[in-house]
């Protein structure tokens, strides 16, 4: 089976590759990526040598080059990653965001309706979506596949146009899409812009930890893997035309969570705990924060029998070790564009 990843240079799609390449020999992966910031080659070095993977420099906004890249590698599996998936930058660019995650995801869809128009069973479009399509919570309630939608941001709103146009394209078009909409990732290789890393390395820098508004928003954490290990479960169990929630039921507040990265690198490196806390700061609120997310995967469970493995703190230990661990990565990351985004996103932020 031929199996294009697109956006397998980010932070999933790494982990994903890193994952499955190795295990499923039998299978061709082909990672198409546009390279944007929030990309970064060296996730697969290990991969490099791989008979079974190649990688594609292409934009999934380019509808010739999808097509080229039909004809060459001829997909029966496309799971689909690539993304902008930054909420803060939404708030601050959301064009991007349009391009990449509407129109790409519009264009993958138009190369899949040209190039499977039969025998369709065999072929599969996963779309990997978010639970931020549903909008906020308040203290009580969990989303299911059923929950409306009512996105916030103009990430999550440009995420959810993509699954309606997934959607629409397996109703109208009879295209073999699955959706998933999952909780937030954490993990080896997220881009330090994300809550989780950002606080590790600015912890282990001693720079302050900017928490947005009171720190009370409350987020569902899954480990980056077993979100990978339910996406190849949907793909090879899942049904056409469904939608399956992915959530670690792991629910915490934000503030909580960074007061459990100080202790843990308090723990790893020797440090004060308390002098590592002090170092957060309450900082202006995101515009239009979703106060809480809370994933009901009950569906996933029962249905295909998908279970996390990865508890948090096992979880949160093992990114924590992984930063430590790759200082050059960490430090080729933290380039010009880094520093740029840093001061674009709290330059201006008052204390709270
Ligand atoms: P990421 O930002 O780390 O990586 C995105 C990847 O997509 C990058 O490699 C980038 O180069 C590529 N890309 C972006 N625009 C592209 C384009 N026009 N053409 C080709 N490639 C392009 O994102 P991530 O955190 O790995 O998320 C992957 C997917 O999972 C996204 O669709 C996101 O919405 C979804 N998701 C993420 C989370 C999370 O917590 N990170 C949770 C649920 C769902
Ligand atoms: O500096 C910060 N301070 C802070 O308090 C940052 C970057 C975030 N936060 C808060 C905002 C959120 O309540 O932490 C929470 C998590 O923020 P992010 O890491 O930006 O994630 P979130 O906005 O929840 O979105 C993530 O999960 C769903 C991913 O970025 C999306 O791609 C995914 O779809």
């Given at each position: 089976?031929?199996?294009?990843?697109?956006?397998?240079?980010?932070?999933?799609?790494?982990?994903?590759?890193?994952?499955?390449?190795?295990?499923?020999?039998?299978?061709?992966?082909?990672?198409?990526?546009?390279?944007?910031?929030?990309?970064?080659?060296?996730?697969?070095n290990?991969?490099?040598?791989?008979?079974?993977?190649?990688?594609?420099?292409?934009?999934?906004?380019?509808?010739?080059?999808?097509?080229?890249?039909?004809?060459?590698h001829?997909?029966?599996?496309?799971?689909?990653f690539?993304?902008?998936?930054?909420?803060?930058?939404?708030?601050?660019?959301?064009?991007?965001?349009?391009q990449?995650?509407?129109?790409?995801?519009?264009?993958?869809?138009?190369?899949?309706?040209?190039?499977?128009?039969?025998r369709?069973?065999?072929?599969?479009?996963?779309?990997?979506?978010?639970?931020?399509?549903?909008g906020?919570?308040?203290?009580?309630?969990?989303?299911?596949e059923?929950?409306?939608y009512?996105?916030?941001?103009?990430?999550?709103?440009?995420?959810?146009?993509?699954?309606?146009?997934?959607?629409?394209?397996?109703?109208?078009?009879?295209?073999?899409?699955?959706?998933?909409?999952?909780?937030?990732?954490?993990?080896?290789?997220?881009?330090?812009?994300?809550?989780?890393?950002?606080?590790?390395?600015?912890?282990?820098?001693?720079?302050?930890?900017?928490?947005?508004?009171?720190?009370?928003?409350?987020?569902?954490?899954?480990?980056?893997?077993?979100?990978?290990?339910?996406?190849?479960?949907?793909?090879?169990?899942?049904?056409?035309?469904?939608?399956?929630?992915?959530?670690?039921?792991?629910?915490?507040?934000?503030?909580?969570?960074?007061?459990?990265?100080?202790?843990v690198?308090?723990?790893?490196?020797?440090?004060?705990?308390?002098?590592?806390?002090?170092?957060?700061?309450?900082?202006?609120?995101?515009?239009?924060?979703?106060?809480?997310?809370?994933?009901d995967?009950?569906?996933?469970?029962?249905?295909?029998?998908?279970?996390?493995?990865?508890?948090?703190?096992?979880?949160?230990?093992?990114?924590?070790?992984?930063?430590?661990?790759?200082?050059?990565?960490?430090?080729?990351?933290?380039?010009?564009?880094?520093?740029?985004?840093?001061?674009?996103?709290?330059?201006?932020?008052?204390?709270?």
């Open positions: 089976m031929n199996i294009l990843v697109t956006g397998g240079a980010g932070f999933i799609g790494s982990n994903f590759l890193n994952l499955y390449v190795p295990t499923y020999t039998k299978n061709n992966f082909i990672n198409l990526d546009k390279l944007t910031y929030a990309a970064n080659p060296e996730n697969l290990t991969l490099e040598n791989s008979s079974n993977y190649c990688f594609e420099h292409a934009d999934i906004t380019n509808y010739d080059q999808l097509v080229q890249l039909f004809e060459i001829k997909p029966d599996l496309v799971i689909h690539a993304a902008e998936s930054h909420v803060d930058r939404s708030i601050h660019g959301p064009s991007e965001f349009i990449s995650n509407i129109i790409g995801t519009f264009n993958l869809l138009e190369a899949c309706r040209r190039f499977w128009p039969e369709k069973n065999n072929k599969l479009f996963l779309h990997v979506s978010t639970d931020e399509v549903y906020s919570l308040g203290a009580e309630g969990y989303f299911t059923n929950t409306a009512d996105p916030s941001s103009p990430y999550s709103a440009s995420k959810a146009s993509s699954d309606h146009l997934v959607r629409a394209y397996h109703r109208t078009y009879g295209l073999p899409a699955l959706i998933t909409n999952c909780s937030n990732n954490y993990g080896p290789y997220q881009f330090p812009e994300k809550l989780i890393p950002l606080m590790i390395l600015n912890a282990l820098a001693g720079n302050p930890l900017p928490v947005y508004g009171k720190g009370e928003n409350v987020r569902d954490w899954l480990y980056v893997e077993d979100h990978c290990r339910a996406l190849w479960t949907v793909a090879e169990k899942g049904i056409p035309g469904e939608t399956y929630n992915i959530g670690g039921n792991n629910e915490k507040r934000n503030v909580d969570i960074v007061n459990q990265i100080c202790e690198i308090a723990e790893e490196t020797g440090r004060d705990p308390q002098q590592l806390k002090s170092l957060i700061t309450f900082v202006q609120d995101r515009p239009g924060h979703d106060l809480r997310y809370a994933i995967a009950s569906k996933i469970k029962k249905k295909l029998g998908w279970q996390p493995k990865e508890d948090f703190a096992g979880g949160l230990q093992k990114t924590i070790h992984w930063y430590l661990n790759n200082r050059d990565w960490v430090e080729r990351i933290q380039s010009g564009s880094y520093k740029n985004w840093i001061e674009t996103n709290y330059g201006n932020r008052k204390n709270s």
